[in-house]
Each structure stands twice: as structure tokens, then as C-alpha cells.
């Protein structure tokens, strides 16, 4: 038998979402646009960069197209993000995540109340 008691666990809400990108040219520039931001956390390591945010990021891609010196839309982003958690809202001119998905429920159309 295991005995799990040491790890322990924590269910309460964390308020965090966040993505992790390739540690490349690209996934650098979009890690040093969101540095610095209210909220926002970036950690550099071998292969990624994790970009983690309290409550909600906006990976606006005007703000990105002017640091990175070309235009970066979504097809760019997909391009340079591995994973994500929270829930994820793609915009013409930015990427969105929510820690909390009654937070993202009125941009996706998603209805929060009970079916009766």
C-alpha cells in the first residue's frame, strides 16, 4: 500500500492560469512583453518558458507585433505555445486565459445556470 499522506493536496481555487512556450527567439519576445505586468510571472528554463498570470492574461498581438518586428497573430502564438491551463478565448487581435471559467463564460456562450 501507498501511503499519500506525505504529498497531501489542495483543492482550493488557485486563481492562476497561465501557458508554456518554446524557448525560442519568438517565445522570448512574447515572454519579455508579458514580464513585468501586473499579476504576470515569467520563469526561463532549458526547453520553456512558463508565462503564469492571477485571474486572467491578454497576449495582445499589436503589443507582440511591435517587440517581435512582424506581424504575430494567432497562428504565431499556436506556434510557439506547447500547453495551457485555464480556460482559453482566441480574438482576432489577442489570446485571453481565465483562471476561472465563469470569468471566460461570457465570451465562449457558455451559460452557467443548472438545466432544470
Known amino acids: 500500500m501507498v501511503n499519500n499522506a506525505k504529498f497531501g493536496s489542495d483543492r482550493s481555487f488557485s486563481n ?3 501557458v508554456t512556450l518554446m524557448n ?4 522570448h519576445v512574447v515572454a ?13 528554463y532549458p526547453s520553456m518558458i512558463r508565462v503564469d498570470g492571477v485571474g486572467k492574461l491578454v497576449f495582445d498581438f499589436a503589443e507582440i507585433t511591435e517587440a517581435i518586428g512582424f ?3 494567432q497562428t504565431d502564438f499556436e ?8 480556460r482559453m478565448v482566441h480574438f482576432d487581435d489577442k489570446t485571453m486565459l481565465f483562471a476561472s471559467p465563469e470569468e471566460a463564460a461570457e465570451y465562449i456562450d457558455f451559460d452557467l445556470r443548472p438545466v432544470q
Open 16 to 18: 492562476l492560469c497561465g
Open 24 to 27: 525560442n527567439q519568438n517565445g
Open 32 to 44: 519579455d512583453v508579458m514580464r513585468g505586468k501586473p499579476d504576470v510571472s515569467v520563469q526561463e
Open 71 to 73: 506581424e504575430f497573430d
Open 79 to 86: 506556434e510557439i505555445m506547447s500547453t495551457h491551463y485555464g
